[in-house]
């Protein structure tokens, strides 16, 4: 069934119910001659005569009487169909898809989702933390997250804060191990690597040299396909490693990790929003992207200025010199 027969069924009833082609022409928003039109065409379309219509009043046939009683319980199914597509796109509540990368993320994400819950307690956040870069449309996501840009067609990609790569250890391994302050140093250390969990590829260290940032894989003492499990072997002291800002920065502003190397720091990446036409979102998506952006675009709580990572060492190194 077409549009336009939907429209001419509906004006039919609308019609019927208030006892005039005039008014419910007014009712529909369109003029009386186009009303009119629109249920002759319907009748024309079923070959039968639907209404008697005089210039002051007009009464079902024995047709018309029998195909909107056939009519009428299909129409209340649409209406409200209608209604609960219209309640969801102006309603702040009901389901909200979320992607987003498995590696560090969640203390990020949670932050945000108890903010909008709160504020709006019938969204139903479903959510799903996965490194591997699946399919937004046939996932039927409403806003993902990803470490660099997606790449996928007729996705709109927003960047938020830039990823730091931050060499550290903790206070007691740099006790034992001493601090390098060159690169041709790491070889003497204890190097923790990141093992992809998709592709089992060994992770190289993201480093800034000579203004450019290039890849160099050292001998490792840990492995790990974990990102968790690779900061709290870091925390404990067992080994030296490159951290994204996401993990590092709470444990470098309480002293438990020391930044170390930073003229060799690099932000080769950055963390984006990706997300779909917002003119055709329901209100609780458009309001949790909004959330997420104001409160994650280059935001302090994630990024460590120069001043702060130079500090944090300088403080560890006037403590304990020398090592």
């Avoid at 709580?301 to 060492?313: M, N, R």
Wanted: glycine share 8%.
């Amino acid at each position: 069934m077409s549009i336009n027969e939907l429209r001419s069924i509906s004006m039919f009833a609308k019609a019927v119910e208030l006892g005039s082609i005039r008014k419910a022409a007014q009712a529909q928003g369109v003029s009386p001659q186009a009303a009119t039109q629109t249920i002759a065409l319907l009748e024309k379309h079923l070959g039968v005569r639907l209404l008697h219509r005089t210039t002051r009043s007009l009464a079902l046939t024995e047709e018309g009487l029998q195909f909107l009683e056939d009519a009428q319980p299909a129409l209340a199914t649409l209406e409200r169909a209608v209604s609960t597509a219209r309640a969801g796109r102006e309603g702040i509540s009901g389901p909200l898809r979320i992607v987003g990368p498995k590696s560090s993320f969640a203390s990020i994400l949670m932050p945000l989702l108890d903010s909008f819950c709160r504020e709006h307690p019938g969204v139903r956040p479903d959510v799903q933390l996965d490194d591997g870069i699946g399919n937004w449309v046939l996932e039927r996501v409403d806003v993902g997250f990803r470490i660099g840009a997606s790449a996928q067609d007729g996705v709109i990609s927003r960047r938020l804060f830039p990823i730091q790569l931050i060499v550290c250890a903790a206070p007691d391994y740099l006790a034992r191990h001493g601090m390098p302050e060159t690169l041709e140093e790491l070889a003497g250390h204890r190097c923790s690597i990141f093992r992809h969990p998709s592709s089992g590829k060994v992770s190289p260290w993201y480093l800034t040299i000579d203004g450019s940032v290039v890849q160099r894989h050292f001998s490792p003492a840990f492995y790990s396909n974990d990102t968790e499990l690779e900061l709290q072997a870091m925390l404990a002291g067992q080994v030296i490693g490159q951290v994204a800002n996401l993990s590092a920065a709470p444990h470098i502003r309480a002293g438990r990790l020391i930044p170390v190397l930073l003229p060799f720091m690099s932000a080769p990446i950055a963390l984006h929003v990706y997300y779909g036409s917002r003119a055709a979102q329901p209100s609780r998506v458009r309001s949790f992207l909004d959330l997420a952006i104001s409160k994650l675009s280059d935001s302090p709580d994630y990024l460590l200025s120069s001043i702060e990572l130079a500090a944090a060492h300088a403080a560890f190194v006037a403590g304990r010199h020398p090592l």
